[in-house]
């Protein structure tokens, strides 16, 4: 029995946007299910690991903890619904506040890492676990450069973590916000009376058993869970003013609205509007002040003569320009090719985790089969507030991760036709 992960938001607040339930529930079936197919192969083929976290680069395990560094430049995908204590980046579906976290610890460690990309495409998440992140993503401003690329939506959670970063790029039909924090209470009381249900709880202290749904919810009980929501609503807002150097009251004033890019940039939740491979491009082919200054720093002390600097410093510039040039030209040739427009995941992937051309990247992506675009596995019908209303439900994977047809999952067959395309099995 696989216990879905909407369970997690069950009677507790969620950073989520307004009118994403039905993403949420599609997304977390679908993580559920992949999530039991993982810890089922553990049972069977335990992967090759460097650390206690961190796969080899061969393991299967790496396409779920990926740690992609390309010319110097990390990208940590933040994608589906944020999780706490989840240490996998599922496919688009889900995202752990562990694995984010890992990610950029070894990511500053690195020094083949010049600088971080955060790859934000989410409409939010849980509350346990952001905000503590979020402060240690700040904390490492200055050291190497950061900044965030919105694949189209950054909402609550994901906006939240977006703000931590020094800069914050946003496509044209992009979108971000939803500054706020919402919960829910499902009363199913009369509902169980007309059925002749009636529940009686037995316990010790007055407010043991508040809140649950098979009772109306008291004029106490709704006051304490507002407070509660409020202070949480207080520190997104404050978290949120401090990242991104706006008044709270500026940030408050929106009343937890979600923005268009140009919306965004006018109130300061953005500092660029960019198709994101050319962002990505631009921030891959630069050098960070950071790293730049150390260089400078090292080779002054060893170089005396003023005209042998100014040679040394024209050099990089023209190499720089070049180098950028090249990496940009790249990554859009492969974005932008046919081959690319239904197989988006894995163009993505060739495009900014590997050195491939784009004839190479193109040749790879024909052989490929093209990508579905409903989100695969997911209940049909699924609805995130029917789930909170059920307190811990429980779904059936049939067959474990593979489908009812004893065919692999989505996740899975994404992972072997992208092996099977680049001659990692046979």
Known sequence: MNKVLSARFANTPVLAAEGWAD???????????????????????????????????????SMLRPYNVTGGTLTIPVKGVMLHDFGYSFFGWATGYTYIRKAFERGMADPDVARIAMVINS???????????????RGYRGQKPIEAFVDEHAYSAAFSLASAADRIHVPRTGGVGSVGVVTA?????????????????????????????????????????????????????????????????????????????????????????????????????????????????????????????????AARAEGRQEGAAAERERIQGILGCEESESRRELSFHLALNT??????????????????????????????????????????????????????????????????????IQ
């Open 185 to 313: 209470h499902i009363d199913v009381s009369e509902a169980l009376q007309k059925q002749g249900v009636k529940f009686e709880f037995i316990h010790a202290g007055k407010h043991k058993v508040e809140g649950n749904s098979y009772e109306p919810l008291s004029a106490e009980a709704r006051n304490r869970m507002q407070t509660r929501i409020d202070g949480l609503y207080d520190i997104f807002v404050s978290t949120v003013a401090r990242n991104l150097g706006i008044e709270e009251q500026a940030v408050r004033d929106t009343e937890a609205l979600t923005y268009s890019a140009d919306e965004a940039l006018a109130i300061g939740f953005a500092h660029e509007v960019r198709p994101i491979d050319e962002a990505l491009a631009a921030f891959a082919g630069g050098i960070s002040e950071t790293v730049g200054d150390i260089v400078m720093s090292e080779q002054e002390q060893q170089i005396n003569s003023a005209t042998a600097q100014a040679d040394l410093d």
């Open 123 to 137: 409409g939010g998440g849980e509350v346990a676990g952001n905000f503590d992140l979020v402060d240690t993503i």
């Open 23 to 61: 993403w949420f529930s599609e997304n977390l079936a679908a993580a559920s299910i992949e999530l039991e197919g993982v810890r089922q192969r553990e049972q069977i083929e335990a992967p090759a690991m460097m650390d206690s976290f961190w796969p080899e680069a061969g393991s299967w395990l």
């Open 355 to 424: 050195d491939l051309s784009v004839e190479q990247a193109r040749g790879i992506l024909a052989a490929t089969p093209e990508q579905q675009a409903a989100a695969p596995q997911a209940k049909p019908g699924a609805d995130f507030a029917a789930a909170m209303a059920n307190g811990n439900p429980e779904i059936e994977g049939e067959g474990g991760g593979e489908s009812a047809a004893g065919q692999p999952s989505a996740g899975e067959q994404l992972v072997r036709d992208y092996q099977l395309a680049t001659g990692s």
